[in-house]
Nanobody, 121 residues
Protein backbone atom coordinates (compact mmCIF):
# COMPACT_ATOMS: atom_id res chain seq x y z
CA UNK A 1 0.00 0.00 0.00
CA UNK A 2 1.55 3.24 -1.15
CA UNK A 3 1.39 5.87 1.56
CA UNK A 4 3.48 8.77 0.25
CA UNK A 5 3.97 9.68 -3.39
CA UNK A 6 6.33 12.45 -4.43
CA UNK A 7 6.39 14.35 -7.70
CA UNK A 8 7.73 17.57 -9.16
CA UNK A 9 11.40 16.84 -9.43
CA UNK A 10 13.38 17.59 -12.53
CA UNK A 11 16.35 19.41 -13.99
CA UNK A 12 16.79 23.15 -13.63
CA UNK A 13 19.54 25.69 -13.99
CA UNK A 14 21.07 27.42 -11.01
CA UNK A 15 18.86 30.22 -9.79
CA UNK A 16 15.72 28.46 -10.92
CA UNK A 17 12.79 27.11 -8.96
CA UNK A 18 10.91 23.85 -8.50
CA UNK A 19 7.94 22.81 -6.44
CA UNK A 20 7.81 19.30 -5.06
CA UNK A 21 4.55 17.65 -4.08
CA UNK A 22 3.85 14.69 -1.84
CA UNK A 23 0.40 13.14 -1.75
CA UNK A 24 -0.21 11.27 1.48
CA UNK A 25 -2.83 8.79 2.53
CA UNK A 26 -5.51 10.37 4.65
CA UNK A 27 -4.41 8.40 7.71
CA UNK A 28 -0.83 9.60 7.49
CA UNK A 29 -1.71 13.17 6.63
CA UNK A 30 -4.10 13.47 9.57
CA UNK A 31 -1.95 11.83 12.22
CA UNK A 32 1.70 12.61 11.57
CA UNK A 33 4.09 15.45 11.07
CA UNK A 34 5.45 15.61 7.56
CA UNK A 35 8.80 16.58 6.18
CA UNK A 36 11.22 16.66 3.30
CA UNK A 37 14.63 15.05 3.29
CA UNK A 38 17.28 14.75 0.62
CA UNK A 39 20.21 12.54 -0.21
CA UNK A 40 22.97 13.41 -2.61
CA UNK A 41 25.25 10.71 -4.07
CA UNK A 42 27.83 9.65 -1.55
CA UNK A 43 26.23 11.61 1.26
CA UNK A 44 23.93 10.80 4.14
CA UNK A 45 20.25 11.60 4.00
CA UNK A 46 19.55 14.94 5.63
CA UNK A 47 16.53 16.89 6.74
CA UNK A 48 15.43 19.82 4.62
CA UNK A 49 12.15 21.03 6.10
CA UNK A 50 9.41 19.68 8.32
CA UNK A 51 6.01 20.86 9.40
CA UNK A 52 3.69 20.11 12.31
CA UNK A 53 0.10 21.03 12.90
CA UNK A 54 -0.12 24.59 14.22
CA UNK A 55 3.64 24.89 14.76
CA UNK A 56 6.20 26.96 12.87
CA UNK A 57 8.04 24.74 10.37
CA UNK A 58 11.70 23.90 10.78
CA UNK A 59 14.31 24.25 8.05
CA UNK A 60 17.87 23.20 7.52
CA UNK A 61 20.20 26.19 7.67
CA UNK A 62 21.28 25.54 4.10
CA UNK A 63 17.78 26.17 2.73
CA UNK A 64 16.43 28.89 5.02
CA UNK A 65 15.12 31.80 3.03
CA UNK A 66 15.03 29.78 -0.18
CA UNK A 67 12.72 26.83 0.49
CA UNK A 68 9.18 26.91 1.86
CA UNK A 69 7.26 23.92 3.15
CA UNK A 70 3.47 23.99 3.12
CA UNK A 71 0.42 21.76 3.23
CA UNK A 72 -2.93 21.59 1.46
CA UNK A 73 -5.32 19.88 3.85
CA UNK A 74 -8.04 19.47 1.25
CA UNK A 75 -5.66 17.50 -0.96
CA UNK A 76 -3.65 15.73 1.76
CA UNK A 77 -0.61 17.09 0.03
CA UNK A 78 2.72 18.39 1.26
CA UNK A 79 4.70 20.86 -0.84
CA UNK A 80 8.25 22.13 -0.97
CA UNK A 81 8.74 25.32 -2.92
CA UNK A 82 12.40 25.61 -3.80
CA UNK A 83 13.77 28.91 -5.07
CA UNK A 84 17.27 30.16 -5.90
CA UNK A 85 18.43 26.62 -6.45
CA UNK A 86 22.14 25.86 -6.57
CA UNK A 87 24.04 22.77 -7.73
CA UNK A 88 24.48 21.89 -4.05
CA UNK A 89 20.74 21.26 -3.91
CA UNK A 90 21.07 18.36 -6.35
CA UNK A 91 19.77 15.24 -4.62
CA UNK A 92 16.98 12.73 -4.37
CA UNK A 93 14.24 14.36 -2.34
CA UNK A 94 12.08 12.25 -0.06
CA UNK A 95 8.80 12.93 1.67
CA UNK A 96 8.42 11.45 5.13
CA UNK A 97 5.93 11.26 7.97
CA UNK A 98 6.53 10.70 11.66
CA UNK A 99 5.41 11.52 15.19
CA UNK A 100 8.14 14.05 16.04
CA UNK A 101 9.18 17.33 14.48
CA UNK A 102 12.86 16.58 14.13
CA UNK A 103 15.47 15.90 11.48
CA UNK A 104 16.57 12.72 13.23
CA UNK A 105 15.98 10.06 10.57
CA UNK A 106 15.06 7.27 12.97
CA UNK A 107 12.03 9.26 14.15
CA UNK A 108 10.36 9.17 10.73
CA UNK A 109 8.17 6.13 10.14
CA UNK A 110 6.92 6.49 6.57
CA UNK A 111 8.94 7.32 3.48
CA UNK A 112 8.16 7.96 -0.14
CA UNK A 113 10.17 6.65 -3.07
CA UNK A 114 11.79 9.99 -3.80
CA UNK A 115 11.94 12.44 -6.65
CA UNK A 116 15.20 13.56 -8.27
CA UNK A 117 16.22 17.20 -8.37
CA UNK A 118 19.18 18.16 -10.52
CA UNK A 119 20.53 21.70 -10.62
CA UNK A 120 23.09 22.61 -13.24
CA UNK A 121 25.48 25.54 -13.09
Amino acid sequence: QVQLVESGGGSVQAGGSLRLSCVASRYIYSNFNMGWFRQAPGREREGVAAIQFYVTPIYADSVKGRFTISKDNAKSTLYLQMNSLTPEDTAMYYCAAGPELTFRLEKWEYWGQGTQVTVSS
